[in-house]
């Protein structure tokens, strides 16, 4: 894992590189690569990459980047892990490449010269990276295809700069900070900024499972090579066979925890008291990993309840014989974090929190590597969304039919609303939106629903925003696929291509990077993904619940048992107690606090000036 930047002076009328302008942008990203710095610079001055490494595979010197290939006509700098580079430098070396170096970089430099941009698709792990083809004179940007690690990008017509961090493009001193109203609009809506907006217009998110060339007259659109929904259909094209299913479930999960131990140091694992983690630490010790650290935070607002993670993690701790580590976080440290935690925070996001936390402790253990359960619930099922989304489309879709009946009833519930009715604002948009799938998640992950936003923002704003960002449209685009997909898939592709990808992933990313930390999702990977078996069959043997008995020995009952939190926090109720508010503040309510707490503090004023 690290920080990577470029510039590349693409028209010929451009100023050369500035050098101090990829160096504050570099700078602006150490965290992210405490082992080593460097850059290059082309002959021409054309071309310009930095790099900020945190050295996982390949420690030596060899494995520094940026770096080039043996002719030097290739140049990389790159961000992640490729899990899969052993078979693949196995399959170079057959066809006559040699290797100087041990790391999977040098795997990505020989794969392009062999395949071009199209080697992506052979890539398995988490992936940011820019290019140079000094023959070809052009530069690849790419991105992994689920979007685990971040890469952002600006042109302004002459020449197009890239970096790991949003907020890292603004630091180099050449890119505009005028404001995007749909990024802007996005947050508000969702608690997150869609992409390939950010609150910034100059600045834009290279989409997931996508990659950007670039050329002497400038960038192409973004080319998809890889899309949910579609690999989704694919899977669900195959027989179904709910009795070999949970061997199949199983495999796939052995075989992706495998892949995500490959690593030149050692790997841990974030450990709450919940299934999806539990199961890694013991396929971890199933496939014969020692020594193992477990991580697990608590609050001492929950200790003695239900929440708190700590004593069940324990349990499954010992079980498996790894190393416990429990962090306790109370509001005080919360408060002291805060203001290194907006400026941590790359995009606006209501979320993070828990993830800033465990980062935190990991760092302070020594720790460089950690698994996480991140992801499983959008592959299993464990979300209310997959019971209510088809619920509501299925005995709302009548009222999207009356063309204005939505509308209607929305006003007047509004209405009703206003004048004191006990019902949460969103419920007014029911028969609006819950009668079709992209109005129905809309409704269901909205923090504020689209009516509401002329109270929060400048109307102008409001309205330029919402027309961009055209949230509906944009749901419904990922549904696209060959052929309709089941109910389950449909909302697996959703929380997967939107909330994970938008909000989980880039939180993972910047709060477990701002302490070094490199963050591992098994259950984020395509090849995961099309491993498993179909959505309706992962539904019929209740996938959620069959992963307890993955691990050799199982998962202890009390942990099957448990009632799903997640790793939570009490921001919350940390809020509510600093504002004297009530401590019956619902938890939607807290989320519109904690968003406009958010935004008022860390993203107005300088953050957008």
């Known amino acids: 894992m690290c920080g990577i930047a470029g510039i ?44 900020r490494r945190l050295a996982i595979i390949d420690l ?112 180099g001193g050449a890119v505009s900070r005028e404001p995007d109203p749909a990024g802007i609009v996005g947050f508000h809506l969702l608690g997150s900024v869609p992409e390939p907006f950010t609150v910034w217009r100059g600045i834009r998110a290279l989409p997931a499972g996508t990659t950007l060339e670039v050329d002497a007259v400038g960038p192409d659109s973004p080319a998809r090579y ?21 061997t199949r479930l199983g495999t796939a999960v052995r075989d992706s925890v495998r892949y995500h131990l490959v690593a030149d140091v050692p790997v841990a694992v974030f450990l709450s008291a919940g299934l999806d983690s539990g199961a890694l630490l013991g396929t971890m010790a199933e496939l014969g990993v020692r020594d193992i650290s477990a991580l697990t935070l608590s609050f001492a607002e929950f200790r003695g309840k239900p929440n708190d993670e700590a004593p069940l993690a324990a349990e499954v701790a010992a079980r498996y014989g790894a190393r416990h580590i429990v962090r306790t976080v109370d509001r005080a440290e919360f408060e002291r974090d805060l203001p290194a935690i907006l400026e941590a925070m790359d995009l606006p996001t209501i979320d993070g929190i828990n993830t800033w936390f465990v980062a935190k ?68 948009g029911l028969f609006e939106y819950g009668g079709q799938w992209a109005g129905a998640y809309l409704l269901r992950r909205a923090v504020y629903m689209p009516w509401e936003l002329a109270a929060l923002l400048d109307s102008d704003l409001v309205e330029e925003g919402m027309r961009r960002l055209a ?50 999702v098994p259950y984020v990977d395509p ?41 939570t926090t009490p921001v919350g109720q940390w809020l509510r107690a600093a504002a004297g508010a009530a401590e019956d503040v619902s938890f939607s309510a807290a989320s519109r606090a904690w968003l406009r707490h958010v935004w008022q503090a860390g993203w107005t004023g300088v953050a957008l000036a």
């Open 8 to 51: 590349f002076a693409y028209l010929d009328v451009a100023p050369p590189v500035d050098c101090g302008e990829l160096a504050r942008i570099s700078a602006r990203q150490a965290a992210r690569g405490p082992d080593g710095s460097a850059d290059w610079v082309s002959p021409d001055q054309r071309v310009a990459f930095a790099h």
């Open 60 to 171: 030596s010197e060899r494995g520094s980047q940026p770096m080039h290939s043996a002719d030097g006509v290739l140049t990389i700098t790159f961000n992640g892990e490729i899990y899969n580079y052993r078979e693949l430098r196995a399959e170079l070396e057959r066809k006559g490449c040699t290797f100087r170096t041990e790391s999977d970089t040098e795997v990505l430099l020989q794969l392009y010269a062999d395949r071009g941009p199209a080697m992506v698709g052979a890539l398995r792990g988490m992936f940011a990276f820019g290019l140079w083809d000094a023959r070809a004179r052009t530069l690849l940007l790419a991105r992994d295809p689920l979007g685990i690690k971040p890469l952002y990008y600006a042109d302004d017509g002459w020449t197009l700069r890239f970096a790991s961090q949003a907020k890292a493009l603004l630091a």
């Open 226 to 246: 890889y899309q949910v929904a579609s690999s989704l259909e694919r899977r669900a094209a195959e027989a179904g066979d709910p009795s070999g299913a949970r």
């Open 361 to 428: 402790a990991a760092r302070e253990a020594g720790i460089k590597v950690a698994l996480s359960g991140l992801g499983a619930d959008e592959c299993f099922g464990g979300y209310p969304s997959f019971a209510e989304l088809p619920r509501a489309v299925r005995l709302l879709r009548p009222f999207h039919f009356v063309p204005g009946a939505g509308r209607l009833l929305r006003c007047a519930m509004s209405a009703a609303i206003g004048l004191g009715a006990g019902w949460h604002p969103k419920a007014a």
């Open 471 to 520: 949230p509906v449209s944009r749901i419904a685009a990922e549904l696209r696929a060959g052929r309709p997909l089941g109910a389950f898939d449909r909302v697996s592709t959703l929380e997967t291509s939107l909330y994970m990808r938008n909000q989980l992933l880039r939180d993972a990313d910047w709060a477990g990077m701002a302490h070094s930390v490199e963050i591992r």
């Open 527 to 567: 090849f995961f993904l099309s491993a498993l078996p179909p959505g309706d069959v992962l539904e019929a043997i209740d996938a959620k619940a069959a992963v307890a008995d993955i691990p050799r020995p199982p998962l202890p009952d009390p942990v099957r048992g448990r009632a799903k939190t997640g790793f």
